[in-house]
């Protein structure tokens, strides 16, 4: 027995009554015995969507989007052409991006979010790579989503300075966190050599570093191959170089 093929649409609105354009729509048929229980499409950008090849009959409505809390409680029948779903906004990380010296505004830029590992007896982070934004902004302003309660860091990265951390911060779940602040330093280059007890250089080590020497952490490109002393470990966690301090410690341990 064919069935007919049946429509369902609406909007997808902010609390603010403003369209959310991207949005996936979910439909997940009440009826699982239905051949087709589940499609998906995504809002244009005036936040409408249409399902236009469905079962006959209630579906339930699950909603997405990356700065909005998921939606998941909106029941519909085929037919109905005029569902509005509401998404309430998720709890933001807002602050500015400035020059560590002159404290003028860094214009371009890109940030991202680091949680401290809990449990770390050196305070390592972990970067989220899925919170990283760039950002074009004269007053050097930057506006990220709350993934979850927790301790964080924003790392800053532009052109011109090394990547620098903000100083860490606590966040409460649902609530947005303001007032951060990331100094982005010139940074410069730090070498030397790592010898062995009788004077000879080592093979492998911790060639060279860009990075301010201070709180704030930087970006590295190199990795530590081998170590040998307790002072290149010192050295490591003096710069808050999370990477370089395992890598240390795996390769003292060979």
């Known amino acids: ?106 214009q371009s830029f890109e940030v991202q979010l680091r949680q401290t590992i809990q449990g770390s007896a050196d305070g390592q982070t972990q970067a989220d790579k899925r919170s990283r934004k760039k950002f074009e902004d004269p007053e050097g302003r930057f506006e990220l989503v709350t993934p979850k309660a927790g301790t964080y860091l924003v790392e800053g ?31 410069g280059t730090i070498t030397g050599r790592v010898l062995g007890a009788g004077g000879a250089p080592l093979a492998w080590l911790l060639a060279r570093r860009s990075a301010p020497i201070g709180p704030t952490v930087t970006r590295y490109e190199e990795r530590a191959a081998y170590a040998a002393t307790a002072s290149l470990l010192a050295r490591a966690r003096a710069l808050d170089d999370d990477l370089a301090v395992r890598a240390v410690r795996a390769l003292r341990a060979r």
């Open 1 to 106: 027995v064919l069935e007919v093929a049946a429509m369902l649409g609406g909007s997808v609105v902010s609390a603010l009554g403003e369209p959310i354009e991207n949005a996936s729509v979910e439909a997940w048929a009440v009826d699982r015995t239905k051949r087709s229980s589940h499609t998906k499409v995504n809002t244009d950008d005036v936040g409408g969507f249409m399902f236009t090849n469905i079962p006959t009959g209630e579906f339930m409505l699950v909603v997405r989007h990356p700065a909005h809390q998921a939606s998941s409680s909106t029941r519909a029948s085929s037919g109905d052409m005029q569902v509005q779903i509401t998404l309430q906004p998720l709890p933001t990380i807002t602050g500015r991006v400035v020059d560590a010296k002159t404290g003028a505004p860094v």
């Open 157 to 187: 990265i532009a052109p011109g300075y090394a990547s620098t951390y903000s100083e860490p911060f606590e966040t409460v779940l649902n609530q947005s966190t303001s007032g951060i602040v990331v100094r982005m330093s010139s940074g």
